[in-house]
Nanobody, 128 residues
């Protein structure tokens, strides 16, 4: 059974960078997708980025393209989200999620947050 655990959140200033990690336990086949999402108070869960198809498919939401980068650390068995030039509107609880997803439908599954396994979330607060 796949389990996920996020870490790396905290309080930062506007313009700072932060790196979140999603520790993955359990074996994942190449048809698994690992995605990052966030949820701000009073808002719907928002898709951010995803690795799928054994890492051959990368998805980014338009809202964070150019600022956030998703990557895999095979040594640590984590999927990381590097966030640069953070803004107060990036304040949210950040979640990683996993599921077996056909790359053909990945965008839709990301936009609707239809993943079966979720971590507990990590808080990111951007404030001056």
């Amino acid at each position: 059974q796949v389990q996920l655990a996020e870490s790396g959140g905290g309080l930062v200033h506007p313009g700072d960078s932060l790196r979140l990690s999603c520790a993955v336990s359990g074996w994942l086949s190449d048809d698994y997708a690992i995605g990052w999402f966030r949820e701000a108070p009073g808002k719907w869960r928002e898709d951010l980025a995803c690795l799928a198809n054994g890492g051959r498919t990368i998805y980014y939401a338009d809202a964070i393209k150019g600022r956030f980068t998703i990557s895999t650390d095979y040594a640590k068995n984590t999927v990381d989200l590097q966030m640069n030039n953070l803004k107060p509107e990036d304040t949210a609880v950040y979640y990683c999620a996993a599921d077996q997803i056909d790359p053909e439908v990945l965008s839709n599954r990301m936009r609707t947050a239809q993943f079966s396994t979720w971590g507990q979330g990590t808080q990111v607060t951007v404030s001056s």
